[in-house]
């Protein structure tokens, strides 16, 4: 994975072998990846907390097909979180 950017608080510094990852989120200051295995990495400003991932936060992930769903347009790609 690579970030860019300004990275003036570290939000753009991807954490050294992080592999797996199936989803990214970026805020101003931090950002966030969700991994195959339902782990969540956070990195980036951390004054707020907002960087530091709870324990036990992992997540049970499963993933439906495009437009599997009524009212889901095609290519749209809907996590659900159990």
């Keep these: 994975m690579r970030a860019?950017?300004?990275?003036?608080e570290g939000q753009c510094s991807v954490p050294?072998?992080?592999?797996?990852?199936?989803a990214v989120a970026a805020?101003?200051?931090h950002s966030?990846?969700?991994k195959s295995d339902?782990?969540?990495?956070?990195?980036g400003y951390n004054y707020f907390?907002?960087?530091?991932?709870p324990?036990?936060?992992n997540?049970?992930?499963?993933?439906?097909l495009p437009g599997s769903a009524a009212g889901i347009p095609p290519g749209i790609w809907p996590l659900l979180l159990d």
């Design 32 to 34: 966030l990846a969700l």
């Design 55 to 57: 324990a036990g936060a």
């Design 4 to 8: 860019w950017g300004r990275d003036a």
């Design 59 to 64: 997540l049970a992930l499963r993933f439906m």
């Design 16 to 22: 050294a072998g992080l592999s797996g990852v199936v």
């Design 49 to 53: 907390g907002q960087s530091t991932v």
């Design 27 to 29: 805020g101003g200051y």
């Design 38 to 43: 339902g782990t969540v990495v956070a990195w």
